[in-house]
């Protein structure tokens, strides 16, 4: 495993560009965002020859590296490394297991001193800078010599990168790609292309998974990359997806419509490309009713349900059978092959459908706290989020009336970092809420229809009248008000 530093264990890319636009502003100039991603991955020759190109400056190189360098070395000294979540537990966790090196572009003093600060200094075989090497990344120059210098052949080493150009030095030299997303200074458009895997953070990742790079395994090998990247293969011929996802979905129209009155409200603010489609959730029929409702293109898929084993129990074989699906498996190397097949089913023109709450909720006028996959997904893949509400799940009956409501395509302008993926979240729970705020309850209905809505409910809280009562809980707590009473719904809040 070789590890890149800056960006991946601490989150110094933004002092870096800091640094530079003080710099720059001392000598009236500005340094832009274009500036920052020309400089990405380039040794310390590279970097400061390319800024005083840049800056068009009538100074050497080197007094522009030197000084840069010791404004990085200060900053350490006075406010010790900026660790990214708990990358220097992980990283001591994989050296456990496999040697580990560290090839990065910055200067050996700016190294030297981040890795004294995170404490990571004996816990590196080897230590490499761009500087110590002909060419900077994207070449693969420094990560060939890690490699050299741990012993370990290209084709059987992974580096973990940040950016664009670090993840194409090390395509360059053969080995597996990882990119961690760095929040404050995010990696270039186009640089998950270049990853066999995404991960969140470094203590999502799980090296035992990973198969040495062939080239069976190239870009293009759909089954290859998913054997790369610790996912399990898909074994579905496309013919046979195909005619699963087209039979299941006549099921569901046959079925939906027999029971109940669907109806599609606001089929026009549909997106004719691919989407992620945030639905509120009060039931398991949900997913079928959706299946029932919505156009035929673009085609749907399902990402979920949260499961550990999907083999487990009829309803999640039938999904896994119908292969609409993308599972999500907390806590699974799999998981992070989700991801990167949500984005493969963007990429083709697909929408995605996200249950946002991640569970079933007991009453249709509240949308319980949405998860933050939706927006981080839509992000992402620079894709409209679109709210969706079902209305009429919460309780089944034969004959009542189910309407999927389609509310206003949010376009995703925020930034592609924490804050942005909070704030999009918060755009979308928005929207939801207002889709559902004015609608009544249900009526309880007869045994009939309570043996029906029994079969596609599942409560957390091991009963539905728990369930609710958790729900009166939290929403009044929401508004500031004393739990209500057991005989008041939710709408009268």
Request: net charge neutral; glycine share 10%; with cysteine.
């Amino acid at each position: 495993m070789i590890f890149d530093l800056d960006g991946v264990i601490v989150d110094s890319e933004i002092w870096w560009d800091d640094v530079r636009k003080a710099f720059a502003a001392e000598h009236g100039r500005g340094w832009t965002v274009d500036d920052r991603h020309a400089v990405m991955g380039a040794n310390s020759r590279q970097w400061s020859e390319t800024m005083r190109r840049r800056l068009g400056l009538d100074l050497p190189a080197e007094e522009i590296e030197r000084a840069i360098v010791d404004r990085m070395i200060r900053r350490y000294e006075a406010e010790g490394a900026p660790v990214i979540d708990s990358a220097p537990d992980a990283i001591r966790s994989i050296a456990g297991r496999h040697p580990v090196a560290l090839a990065s572009s910055s200067h050996r003093r700016v190294i030297d001193a981040a890795l004294a600060a995170t404490g990571l200094a004996d816990v590196f075989r080897a230590v490499v800078s761009s500087d110590e090497v002909a060419h900077g990344k994207p070449e693969p120059d420094v990560f060939l010599e890690a490699a050299g210098r741990l012993g370990v052949e290209p084709g059987r080493s992974v580096v973990v990168e940040d950016s664009l150009n670090g993840l194409k030095a090390g395509r360059a030299a053969g080995m597996r790609t990882i990119l961690v997303p760095n929040g404050s200074v995010p990696p270039a458009p186009g640089a998950e292309e270049h990853a066999d895997l995404v991960v969140a953070r470094l203590a999502d990742l799980d090296p035992a998974t990973l198969e040495p790079r062939t080239g069976a395994g190239d870009a293009g090998d759909v089954n290859g990359r998913a054997r790369a990247t610790g996912g399990v293969p898909d074994t579905i011929h496309p013919v046979r997806r195909w005619l699963r996802i087209s039979l299941s979905r006549l099921v569901a129209i046959v079925i939906s419509r027999g029971l109940f009155r669907v109806r599609l409200t606001g089929r026009g603010r549909l997106p004719a490309g691919p989407a992620i489609y945030c639905f509120a959730h009060r039931s398991w029929i949900d997913p079928f009713v959706l299946m029932a409702a919505l156009p035929l293109r673009p085609r749907l898929r399902f990402f979920g349900p949260k499961e550990e084993d999907m083999s487990v129990g009829g309803r999640n074989r039938l999904m896994s059978w119908t292969g609409a699906t993308i599972p999500y498996r907390p806590g699974k190397s799999d998981l992070l092959e989700a991801t990167r097949k949500v984005s493969a089913a963007t990429r083709a023109g697909h929408v995605v459908a996200i249950a946002g709450e991640g569970r079933i909720r007991p009453f249709e006028g509240h949308v319980g706290p949405l998860s933050e996959g939706a927006a981080y997904f839509a992000l992402r893949a620079k894709v409209p989020l679109v709210p969706i509400a079902i209305v009429g799940t919460s309780w089944l009956g034969f004959g009542r009336r189910v309407e999927v409501v389609v509310g206003e395509p949010l376009a995703p302008s925020e930034p592609r970092n924490r804050e942005g993926v909070e704030a999009l979240t918060l755009r979308c729970w928005t929207a939801l809420s207002v889709l559902v705020r004015d609608r009544p309850e249900l009526r309880r209905p007869g045994p009939f229809g309570r043996w029906l809505t029994g079969l596609f409910n599942d409560w957390p809280e091991g009963s539905r009248e728990e369930a609710e009562a958790a729900e009166r809980e939290r929403i009044a707590a929401l508004h500031g008000a004393a739990p209500a009473p057991a005989g008041l719904d939710a709408a009268g809040l």
